[in-house]
């Protein structure tokens, strides 16, 4: 039950550390106050204070991997990590905010989520008085100053300040396609377009007229990247979102929207 109380009943004598499990306030007390590291290597000096430290330690010596995605390319040698993985493909997002509807597949991003009705601002510009609850927000923002975009590509010219973005982009040059339809072989490189494409299925039109009763599935975005899934409502961002392939060496003339094409 206190799982669910928030309650934490153990405490520390010698700082403010709270725990809701015993054995956490041993470990604390013996690593924190009294620099215990029970878990040494047999290969080298390392030592530290919890098991699964040691065998993320050792992946140094053997190079081993242990685990892989049974969906994608990806292996790591943390079964947390994977787990986390995984809900990339599921859509699960078992942690939910108590105030809203947000729900999340990482604790981080719900930690970052509540910042939004607490009003916490942590992240501040040492240019200027700009606060803000996330730190990618902060980076993107110091963009106002430098004018620079620091995340870059190592296969075209392509540039932006917000590492997301990049990850998004590298998709391009990749193929990869995280996000697989449950109901068919349509799989997308954004979860956003699978979110989308989920509605040929479910008959879902949530975008309305406010001048009659026309309802549809698609938003108002008919300017469509025929080398990628980009959509926008506006040829000219179209044209500028070309740009990216076209430093690849591709030649790009045509905007193509829904069905005709603009030249």
Known sequence: MLVHSGEKPFSCDQCDYRSKHLSHLIKH????????KPFLCDQCD???????GLTRHKVIHTREIPLSCDRCEFRTNQ????????????GEKPF????????????????EHMKVHTGE???LCD????RTSRAYHLAKHKAVHTGGKPFACDRCQYRTNRPGELVRHARLHTGERLFPCDQCDYTARRSSRLTEHKRVHTGEKPFSCDQ????TSESEKPFACDRCEFRTRESRNLTKHKRRHTAEGESVTNVRSNNYIQV
Do not use: M, W
């Open 29 to 36: 007390e013996a690593s924190v106050h009294r620099g215990e």
């Open 46 to 52: 390392f030592r530290t204070v919890r098991s699964s």
């Open 79 to 90: 079964l947390g990590e994977l787990v986390r993985h995984n809900r990339i493909h599921t």
């Open 96 to 111: 939910s905010c108590d105030q809203c509807d947000y729900r999340a597949g990482r604790l981080g991003r719900l930690r």
């Open 121 to 123: 601002k942590p992240f």
């Open 127 to 130: 240019q200027c008085d700009f």
């Open 212 to 215: 009659c009763d026309f309802r």
